[in-house]
């Protein structure tokens, strides 16, 4: 159980477009989910905190009007990447909390590796 | 604030040693969890363990262990007997209860050579 699922797999778009990154849980309902950035070789860095019929929160130096959320149902939340350059390029990874364990544990998708040329 | 340091960013170890992978954390509150992910390079997290604050006993499960001091904020893991499918890249991670973002460490390389 606790599977989260990420579409596309990877994706390659031109400089200036916009693509959408979707994040589902697959066997269970999520209130919460979190976008985390992985550029290579580092680390992941928190995004923003989804929550579903609510606004996101973004993390501090995050551009909320390049980077929009919407999480519309409790399986589902999406992250589209508006006017894309080549420094958002990057491994973006969605995780995804179930409202019924109170353990705090994240469930992470596979991730979606962005390339834009 | 929060903080997770890894102070190892790349370890190489033959095959068969054991290995210690060191993770100190930072936190002001009084109840959080940790975590170790393991980032093999198909790039997807693979949960590992979860500890919470006020649960100090050591863990083992098969070659894995773990070893969580809250008087040093610390919380390593040991592999032992490692093995080369043991080779990713290893998170330690901090959670907080209610808001559940978790705050990464640097992460550490281990390479398994056979």
């Known amino acids: 159980g606790a599977v989260v699922s990420q579409h596309p797999s990877w994706v390659i778009c031109k400089s200036g477009t916009s693509v959408k990154i979707e994040c589902r849980s697959l066997?269970?309902?999520?209130?919460?989910m979190f976008w985390y950035r992985q550029f290579p070789k580092q680390s992941l860095m928190l995004m923003a905190t989804s929550n579903e019929g609510s606004k996101a929160t973004y993390e501090q130096g995050v551009e909320k009007d390049k980077f929009l959320i919407n999480h519309a149902s409790l399986t589902l939340s999406t992250l589209t990447v508006t006017s894309a350059h080549p420094e958002d390029s990057s491994f973006y990874i969605c995780s995804a909390r179930d409202w019924e364990d109170d353990s705090y544990e994240q469930y992470f998708g596979p991730g979606t590796r962005l390339t834009v040329t | 604030a929060q903080k997770v340091t890894q102070a190892q960013t790349e370890i190489s170890v033959v095959e068969k040693e054991d290995v210690t992978l060191d993770c100190v954390y930072e936190?002001?509150?009084?109840?959080?969890?940790l975590f170790w992910y393991k980032q093999p390079p198909s790039g997807e997290l693979v949960f590992l363990i979860r500890r919470n604050s006020f649960d100090e006993q050591n863990e083992i499960s098969g070659r894995y262990s773990w070893n969580f001091q809250k008087s040093t904020s610390s919380f390593n893991f040991t592999i032992t007997a490692s093995q080369v499918v043991d080779s990713a890249v290893y998170f330690c991670a901090l959670s907080a209860p209610g808001g559940g973002k978790l705050i990464f460490g640097q992460g550490t390389t281990l390479q398994v050579k056979p």
């Open positions: 066997d269970f309902q999520a209130t919460t």
């Open positions: 936190t002001r509150d009084t109840t959080y969890y």
